[in-house]
């Protein structure tokens, strides 16, 4: 006869299980409310050999904040073949995956959880908007991009982070119509800015003259000109 014997993991084997059990659980429930002990039963040890791998809630935390921000930075990344718009729609499916499987790890990481003030948490963060922005800039063939391109593509981050957190209190927008809309809204602070400035209207040129009819752009160009005819006449002539 033999009997089950319970294999003996090597520290980083542990510490690296230690931080998927508390991210499963930090991705259900707000950090708050996750306990050393619920952590240490998940893994099957006991609270003090938790301790032994990381001195308290807060450095586990940083840890699997760590893993998410990495996992969550490479949603950005996308190959550069096709129109910008189907690329972007994609980037924005993965993003919103993440979201939604991750909906309190991800406020967490975005809000400072636990950890509101650390500067370890505000980097992680940095780092995380950083990659989307040069992921963007990649996709647009710019290295130095002039100050209002950079003005929009950083908007831009932000604005998919924020919608994102408000679209997790109650899902109440389809999530697909959510990831097309951004797409368009990207487009739109281009087409803004680009109304004010040469160079990115330059940009902006470039990036639609090669947008099929049939993609996320032409999309809100059929949307815009169908609101067209509802908007009085007078309104829409020059002052």
Do not use: C
Not at 42 to 51: D, K
Not at 84 to 95: D, E, I, N
Not at 183 to 191: E, R, S
Not at 197 to 213: Q, S
């Amino acid at each position: 006869m033999t009997t089950g014997v319970r294999r003996r993991m090597g520290v980083e084997e542990r510490r690296q299980q230690l931080i998927s059990v508390a991210l499963e659980l930090f991705s259900h429930r707000s950090p708050d409310e996750v306990s050393i002990d619920e952590i240490a039963a998940a893994a099957g040890i006991s609270r003090p050999l938790v301790y032994h791998y990381f001195p308290g809630k807060q450095s586990l935390y940083e840890a699997a904040l760590r893993r998410a921000a990495d996992e969550l930075a490479t949603r950005f990344v996308e190959p550069r073949d096709g129109p910008l718009g189907a690329r972007l729609l994609r980037v924005m499916g993965r993003f919103f995956d993440f979201v939604d499987e991750h909906g309190p790890g991800f406020s967490a990481l975005m809000r400072g959880g636990p950890a509101v003030g650390s500067s370890t948490t505000n980097a992680m963060i940095d780092e995380v908007r950083q990659a989307a922005y040069e992921q963007i800039l990649s996709h647009l063939d710019v290295t130095e991009p002039p100050a209002r391109l950079a003005m929009v593509v950083r908007s831009w981050v932000s604005l998919a982070e924020s919608t994102a957190l408000i679209w997790l209190d109650g899902r109440r927008i389809p999530r697909g119509e959510l990831e097309l809309q951004l797409v368009h809204d990207f487009a739109a602070l281009a087409a803004v800015s680009a109304a004010y400035n040469d160079e990115m209207a330059g940009i902006v040129l470039g990036i639609f003259v090669d947008e099929p009819a049939d993609g996320p752009f032409g999309d809100l160009a059929a949307r815009l000109l169908a609101l067209a005819p509802q908007v009085p006449a007078q309104r829409l002539a020059s002052p």
